[in-house]
């Protein structure tokens, strides 16, 4: 079992900036892959990054590449996404997820935070 809480949402203005962070206990998180998701209200739950075990790879959607960066600190079990650049589009709530696999599908992650709010004005 392993546990993630996520943190670091909040309102921010476009173009601005925040760091979310994914905070894992239980089973060591650097077993698995990370990732993070987001879900806009009345929208289905999309990709957004995910990170190797080791974080040696790193992959993203389309919609945030080149603006968002996912990272990892194993010895403190923390997953983080830094987002750069943002847009009121970005506007979600966002999860971080834990899986098996090097995935992009979200229904092959295992374990999952309780999400944290991002909202981007514009």
């Known amino acids: 079992q392993v546990q993630l809480v996520e943190s670091g949402g909040g309102l921010v203005q476009a173009g601005g900036s925040l760091r979310l962070s994914c905070a894992a206990s239980?089973?060591?998180?650097?077993?698995?892959?990370m990732g993070w998701f987001r879900q806009a209200p009345g929208k289905e739950r999309d990709f957004v990054a995910h990170i190797s075990w080791t974080g040696g790879s790193t992959y993203y959607a389309d919609s945030v590449k080149g603006r968002f960066t996912i990272s990892r600190d194993n010895t403190k079990n923390t997953v983080y996404l830094q987002m750069n650049s943002l847009k009121p589009e970005d506007t979600a709530v966002y999860y971080c997820?834990?899986?098996?696999?090097?995935?992009?599908?979200?229904?092959?992650?295992?374990?999952w935070g309780q999400g944290t709010q991002v909202t981007v004005s514009s």
């Open positions: 239980g089973r060591t998180s650097s077993m698995y892959v």
């Open positions: 997820a834990a899986s098996n696999r090097l995935t992009t599908t979200s229904r092959l992650y295992e374990y």
